[in-house]
């Protein structure tokens, strides 16, 4: 019997000092060769979830869009070692084929991304996450199917954007002893129009964020994604006169009757739908992710990581917000 995989063996070398994810929970590389399967009950939960999604947003009145962040091997699958042979069948795909009947705003910009692979890369190679660069071009294709839903974001354009290179060492090639960095694109803004005003600096899920800026007739939006929506961040912030984003699969249920946005935005990850998100009691749920992350010390050591130059919340400020959710008054608020 073989036992779990150690750390440096969770980085599987590709071709060309590529890195991939292997002896994972989600097992992405069994998803990816087709030996992982959705499964008929995992299909039937998702089906019901989408279309208790569905139903919630119509009864707000209130559109939704989910955008799919596809894996980094889906995308650049000519890296992946010789003996990993792709699927061309992935539980992504039928996740999509089971919603199809429900006709969900499910939208999964692979096509866009692979289009725009150039000579530096939209997914780090010492990593699972794609670059800025990369989460810019799935912004853009978001923007277009917004406003094919009659929604009018504001969209940083790419001349407005100053595009650097960056080295780095990623949740992969930190992993190697010793350990091996990979090269990327960082963005940064010309202008930041929009402002943190909240952050209770959360480790990954259960983080909130809450952006504004100076146009109310601009419209609002709520966002619930995984940590490929860090690098959404710079540009998403730039398109709603407010946005809320909730680090978490769920759909709170509580925190768009609160916020009442002209919009709700999905971002699950590729490898993580084999997971079904359970949105009952989600508020509570996240109020007690964010109490024992709180009691472990589990912060970011500063204030949006990805932002390059975002205005935000002093010190003080910041620590009145520690551990909070501006829906969940505390017991000394």
């Known amino acids: 019997m073989v036992g779990p995989l150690s750390e440096r063996e969770k980085a599987l070398p590709g071709r060309q000092g590529w890195l991939f994810l292997q002896g994972d929970t989600n097992d992405v590389i069994g998803q990816h060769t087709g030996r992982v399967r959705l499964g008929r009950e995992a299909r039937r939960e998702w089906k019901a979830l989408l279309e208790a999604r569905v139903a919630w947003m119509r009864e707000f009145g209130i559109p939704w869009v989910c955008q799919i962040a596809p894996d980094k091997e889906s995308v650049y699958p000519e890296y992946l070692p010789p003996e990993i042979v792709p699927s061309r069948r992935r539980p992504v795909h039928e996740l999509l084929r089971a919603a199809r009947s429900l006709k969900p705003p499910m939208t999964y910009p692979l096509q866009e991304l692979v289009a725009a692979k150039g000579d530096w890369p939209l997914y780090f190679p010492t990593d699972t996450h794609w670059t800025q660069r990369g989460a810019y071009v799935a912004y853009l294709a ?124 999905s971002l699950p990850l590729e490898r993580f739908l084999i997971r079904v998100p359970d949105d009952r009691n989600a508020l509570a749920t996240l109020t007690d992710t964010i109490e024992r992350k709180l009691a472990r010390g589990d912060l970011r050591d500063f204030p949006g990581m990805y932002l390059r130059g975002c205005p935000s919340p002093g010190a003080v400020a910041l620590e009145r917000q520690l551990g909070t959710s501006p829906w969940q008054p505390t017991e000394t608020g």
């Open 142 to 265: 978001l923007c277009q199917e917004l406003e094919g839903r009659g929604l009018r974001p504001l969209v940083v354009r790419d001349e407005t954007v100053s595009w650097v290179k960056q080295s780095h060492y990623g949740d992969l090639g930190s992993k190697l002893d010793p350990p091996v960095e990979g090269p990327g694109l960082a963005a940064q803004l010309e202008h930041h129009s929009s402002r943190l005003v909240f952050d209770n600096r959360i480790e990954n899920h259960g983080r909130v964020m809450i952006f504004e800026q100076d146009r109310p007739a601009e419209p609002s939006c709520v966002a619930f994604g995984e940590s490929f929506t860090n690098q959404l961040l710079l540009f998403l912030k730039e398109s709603f006169r407010r946005l809320v984003f909730v680090h978490t699969s769920m759909m709170i249920r509580e925190v768009v009757m609160r916020e009442a946005p002209d919009v709700v935005i």
